[in-house]
């Protein structure tokens, strides 16, 4: 009766998607709540996703020349306004320190909600000639920004994240590598978290506050919205000007640096929930998965059958893979069905039938199709089955992606399409940040990117019927 317990605390995505993504979290032990409303503790489970997650991002972005470092958690308020657009668009969220113990601040400072500020201030102490560019920083860190409304990993009012702030010499650099960068988050994203992507440029009513260009992924959820997994940024030398980070260039000219940003957040666990998982809990890519396999002992308590277990272990462990043992007291069927609340890829089972069989089960998360293995082969069956499993979550969370897809002509089509079929709507554009804005007021339907890849659907505007000038993903967004 527990082991049913269990799974029945979860509901349905098609009975309330909402209610299932916040039973999902609790059940699979990702996040607590805290004392402090809106900030959430993420328990070890879902760190450990954070971490997989980090290291494939770190890795690649160390590939590319990109250091690591720290910045200050707080910023001058004087700092935070030298860039009046960028001020702007984070005043409202912003968190404010004004006493340091029981004095009151001269000054007061603001939590960081991002750091551009920071590395400009930096920047402009320590490039002083094009020998000292570019300048490749990350760190990784929180931030905190004062939301309104919360939702674990998709929005809380301090969160988790890596923040990239490069300068270079010269626009073209800067461009490239805002797409660079943009690249390998598509990458992490598509082959590391199994979570097809559109990728494009965000249009000018939706682009980061300060930047000229912004870049984003764009993923589809189970249920039909969309969300933003991340973003690159192109800052031009606005912020350049306004901190006074210039260069002597090679022909003895004082040049402003041309200043790139770009960032990924925990909101990425939020899309693996949601993309992946089913009425049973999480389901998580063998390439991001923390616990790649779980091996559980039936009828442990004869002999020999722990050590089988462990003795099987070892041998994963050695082809880099990884595994535990659930070696608790519960009962086999608990242990199943808590495998498979944490969304763990591939479970084990070996019991003295198998054992004087010379054999093991295997069963897959993603469809619980079960393979009878031979012990002497196991190695390469569970290589074998993770890598399917990895191809088969992406092919179907692309299948769904393009179902979800639809190409309008009309402001009714288009609005039809999402009511009708959440997903993405591929529909022109004339330019004019009227036909956005009326789009959202209408039906709170949102551009989600200019595409990278552009298709002719119709040649006049989806709302106002004016000649169009790009085609552009809508729909509604996290």
């Not at 971490?51 to 250091?67: H, M, N, P, S």
């Not at 005043?91 to 960081?112: D, N």
């Not at 590395?119 to 760190?139: G, M, T």
């Not at 929180?142 to 626009?171: D, I, M, N, Y």
Request: aromatic share 8%; with cysteine; glycine share 6%.
């Amino acid at each position: 009766m527990a082991d049913k317990k269990l799974v029945e605390q979860i509901t349905s995505r098609e009975e309330d998607f909402a209610q299932w993504y916040t039973d999902v979290v609790k059940k699979a032990e990702l996040t607590d709540y805290s004392s402090v409303k809106g900030f959430m503790v993420i328990r070890p489970a879902g760190y450990a996703i954070w971490e997989r997650i980090q290291y494939e991002l770190d890795t690649r972005f160390k590939a590319t020349g990109v250091q690591n470092c720290a910045m200050p958690l707080l910023i001058p308020q004087s700092l935070l306004e030298k860039e009046s657009e960028h001020v702007e668009g984070f005043a409202p969220e912003v968190a404010w320190v004004s006493y340091g113990g029981s004095k009151r601040l001269e000054e007061r400072l603001c939590v960081r909600p991002t750091s551009e500020v920071l590395f400009c201030d930096y920047y402009s102490k320590v490039v002083k000639s094009y020998r000292d560019l570019p300048q490749l920083l990350n760190q990784w860190c929180s931030v905190v920004r004062w939301e309104k409304t919360t939702r674990p990993f998709l929005r809380t009012r301090e969160f988790l994240w890596q923040e990239g702030h490069t300068v270079h010499a010269t626009a073209e650099e800067a461009e490239e590598r805002t797409l660079l960068m943009l690249n390998i988050y598509a990458d992490v994203l598509e082959n590391e978290l199994a979570i097809p992507v559109v990728k494009g440029r965000k249009t000018d009513k939706e682009k980061f506050a300060g930047a000229i260009a912004t870049y984003t992924v764009e993923a589809l959820m189970h249920d039909g919205q969309a969300l933003q997994c991340a973003t690159s940024h192109n800052f031009g030398d606005g912020f350049a000007k306004a901190f006074d980070v210039q260069y002597l260039s090679k022909e003895n000219k004082i040049e402003a640096v041309h200043q790139t940003s770009w960032g990924i957040t925990t909101r990425t666990i939020g899309a693996l929930i949601m993309v992946h998982g089913d009425d049973s809990g999480l389901v998580i890519p063998p390439r991001i998965a923390p616990v790649q396999v779980v091996i559980v002992p039936i009828q442990q308590n004869k002999e020999g059958v722990l050590d089988k277990a462990y003795a099987l272990k070892d041998e994963l462990l050695k082809a880099g893979i990884r595994v535990k043992v659930d070696d608790s007291d519960k009962t086999p069927g608990f242990k199943f069905a808590d495998g498979e609340v944490r969304g763990i890829p591939l479970r084990l089972e070996i019991g003295p039938k198998d054992i004087e069989k010379d054999q093991a089960v295997l069963v897959r998360r993603d469809n619980r199709e079960k393979i009878v293995a031979e012990l002497s082969g196991l190695t390469v069956e569970v290589e074998k089955l993770l890598k399917a499993m990895q191809k088969d979550m992406y092919d179907r969370a692309l299948a769904f992606q393009k179902e979800r897809t639809t190409d309008a002509k009309n402001l009714d089509e288009l609005v039809a399409s999402l009511d009708k079929k959440p997903g993405f709507v591929r529909a022109m554009w004339c330019g004019c940040r009227d036909c956005e804005d009326k789009l959202k007021e209408y039906s709170g339907i949102t551009s989600r990117c200019i595409p990278m890849e552009q298709e002719e659907i119709s040649d006049s505007c989806v709302v106002c019927g004016k000649k169009a000038t790009k085609m552009v993903y809508w729909g509604r967004a996290y």
